[in-house]
């Protein structure tokens, strides 16, 4: 392989690309959040000159103030060759955004602290089997009517302008719900598919009592995963409750200037690719 090859910018052409990378370092096809990625964020690749891709990484810029940084990256026959550190350099050299951040596990950390990031918290993904909705009908799904507030809280709450993503997420979503009361938008909440799994968020909302309302109004039957941060033990609790375990660890990451979110009110994340 030509080692100065140039990155480019990636279309949903390369999708059977990006996936057979994936692939190759035992994650899933993960075809729906794939898609998304490409609707809502800039895809960079690294060719490795017989066809398939070295190397990829996803940038997702939220206005001019925070990118998610995410999907890094490098086939295993060319791993440990600085290909992860080049695209993700070229993905932030072409973002421009006062911020960064992402997830990291324990075996892509060491690449982001020589990068320069830095650690603000930890996310526990918990997997199980859910039962259903339960709950008091406290929620409604979303109508059109309620995306704009839905967009000024994320805004509020996320610290910047993520206008792409949430107009995707009634969409995105398999099932997308609210709460309202007499003084506006409560929160709101998503569940999706990935493969053969849902994914429980996004949930956003002003209390836990409302996050917790959401989660048991919206959960499905059957595979479940929820992202939970580490400062929100009210889910940690009710993953436990509910028989769900541990399955891995992240690192949260910021680089650049302090991303001004409010951690307190975004109690699970679309996903962690998306911050």
């Known amino acids: 392989m030509d080692w100065d090859r140039p990155a480019r910018r990636l279309g949903i052409d ?3 690309a990006c996936q057979r990378l ?13 898609r998304f990625l490409f609707s809502v964020g800039d895809v960079y690749g690294i060719d490795d000159g017989e066809g398939e891709l070295a190397a990829v990484t996803v940038s997702t810029p939220y206005g001019r103030d925070v990118a998610a940084i995410s999907m890094v990256l490098v086939a295993k026959r060319y791993e440990r060759r600085g290909l992860g550190g080049r695209i993700m350099r070229h993905a932030m050299d072409n973002t421009e955004t006062k911020s960064f951040c992402l997830t990291a596990t324990e075996y892509g950390r060491p690449l982001y602290e020589r990068l320069g990031y830095r650690s603000v918290g930890l996310c526990t993904t918990y997997t199980g089997t859910g039962e259903g909705p339960t ?31 949430v107009d995707g997420l009634p969409s995105f979503c398999e099932t ?16 999706w598919w990935n493969d053969d799994r849902a994914v429980v968020g996004p949930v956003t909302a002003q209390d836990g009592e409302t996050a917790l309302a959401l989660v048991e109004e919206i ?6 995963r929820l992202d ?11 993953a436990r409750r509910h028989g769900l375990a541990p399955a891995f660890t992240t690192t949260v990451m910021e680089y650049g200037a302090p991303v001004a979110n409010d951690p307190s009110r975004l109690h699970l994340p679309v996903a962690q ?3």
């Open 176 to 191: 997308f719900h609210v709460v309202r009361d007499e003084s506006g938008l409560r929160g709101f909440g998503g569940v």
């Open 228 to 238: 939970i941060d580490h400062r929100h033990p009210e889910l940690v609790d009710w």
């Open 135 to 165: 709950g008091r009908g406290v929620s409604v799904p979303a109508e059109a009517d309620d995306m704009p507030a839905v967009h000024a809280l994320d805004t509020e709450v996320f610290g910047a302008d993520r206008s792409r993503l």
């Open 273 to 275: 690719a998306l911050g």
């Open 219 to 224: 959960v499905p039957a059957g595979p479940i």
């Open 14 to 16: 390369d999708l059977a």
């Open 22 to 34: 994936a692939e190759d370092r035992d994650w899933g096809r993960e075809d729906r959040k794939w």
